[in-house]
């Protein structure tokens, strides 16, 4: 398996500035998944576990902002990353991914990242360059969507927020004077 995970890197455009020795290492930690088509692979909210990147199959994104309202927010192909902000900081996961079609994609775990580094390899830093580039980019692309926004739309959002914070000032001070008068 450790042998398919290196070939799969190697097909890789994401992976082409990586030594053989590097692949080498890293087919160490990647594990080649597979998931068939309507397999959810991970779900938002839950704690997580790692890193996937796609090789094969599409997979849609999607957010329950209200439960049993399911909200398709991007479908992502060969080469994308899922999973980059959790294996960093180990935080929840923003969206569920759900297998489109059948999927194949290498997967590793926090853990084996958190030992790359504490090994102090230098492909480490070339694993972590590769991530934070791919989150570079969802930044501004996410930056180019928001100049998009009609500026009256904008406005309503700012005056929304500005409603809640002046909410929120109101029930803080409310539980202030609660306090105050026990």
Known sequence: MKTGAMALMRSLRLFE??????L??????????????????????????????IV????????????GQVRRVASQGPGTLLGQISIIDGSRRNASADAVNDVVALEMDRADFERLFEAQ???????????????SFRLRKANE??????PGTIRSVEA???????????LN???EMKTLIR
């Open 56 to 67: 094969s199959g599409t997979v849609d994104l999607v957010r329950e902002p209200v439960p």
């Open 173 to 175: 001070t409310t539980s």
């Open 145 to 150: 969507a928001l100049e998009e926004i009609d």
């Open 160 to 170: 929304m927020m500005s409603a809640i914070e002046s909410v929120n000032r109101v």
């Open 24 to 53: 080498e290492m890293l087919g160490i930690v990647f594990r080649v998944r597979e998931f068939p088509a309507g397999t959810r692979m991970c779900r938002e909210g839950f704690p997580g576990a790692g890193l996937y990147i």
């Open 17 to 22: 500035s990586f030594t053989d020795a590097e």
């Open 121 to 135: 390899s230098l492909f480490a830093y070339k694993l972590l360059d590769l991530i934070l580039r791919d989150l």
